[in-house]
C-alpha cells in the first residue's frame, strides 16, 4: 500500500478528489481496513450528497497544518485518548497531535475520538481479550465512526473477531457514523 498520509485538504492523486476534515482517521483507516469510507460534495458546497463511496487510502497526499497549536484541554484529551488506545494504535502521541493539526474542525474529530475510545473501554472490560482480539476491536470501532454498520461490516478485515463479535462491538459506539467528505476537483 506504500505511505499513506492524511491532512484536511488532502489531494487524492489518482481520483482529483479533496478530502476534508478528519485526517487523523484516513491513515488508520487504511492501515486497519484498507479502504476510507467518504461522501462526495460539489465545490464550494458545504452539503455532501450523503451518498458512501469507498476510496483507496494510497491514494492521499499530504496537506498542511491547519492549526499550528492545540489548546491545553485538547491536548489532555489527547493524552487519555492515546492512553487509552496505545496497544492498538500505532501511533505517537506526537504523530497524533501532528494529525489533529492537520483537520479542518479538530475539536469535532477530538469528540469522535473520545467516542472511539469510550466505546473501546467499554466493550473491552466486559471480557478478557487478547492482543488480537483488542486489535480487531479498535478496527470494528475505527471503521464504525465513519460508515453505517452494515457497511462497516462489509468492508472489515477481522483476524480474529467473528462478524457477531463485530456488531456487538459496534452497539458501543452510540454515534452517527461520519464519512470522510471528499470533493471533487
Known sequence: MGVVYKAEDTKLKRTGMLIRGQGISIVLLALLTG???????????????????????????????????LSANQLERLRKIHRTLVEVDPSSFEKMVDDFK????????????????????????????TLAEKRDVFRVLLIRSRAP???ALKRLRLDVLTPAEARRVMRYYKWVPSPIE????
Open 35 to 69: 479502504v476510507v469510507p467518504a461522501c462526495q460534495t460539489q465545490p464550494g458546497n458545504k452539503q455532501n450528497s450523503g451518498d458512501l463511496h469507498w476510496i483507496d487510502p494510497g491514494s492521499v497526499e499530504p496537506g498542511p497544518v491547519r492549526h499550528p497549536e
Open 149 to 151: 454498520e452494515d457497511e
Open 182 to 185: 471528499v470533493e471533487r476537483e
Open 102 to 129: 492537520r483537520d479542518l474542525d479538530p475539536e469535532r474529530e477530538i469528540l469522535i475520538w473520545e467516542q472511539i475510545a469510550s466505546a473501546y473501554e467499554s466493550y473491552c472490560s466486559t471480557t478478557s481479550l
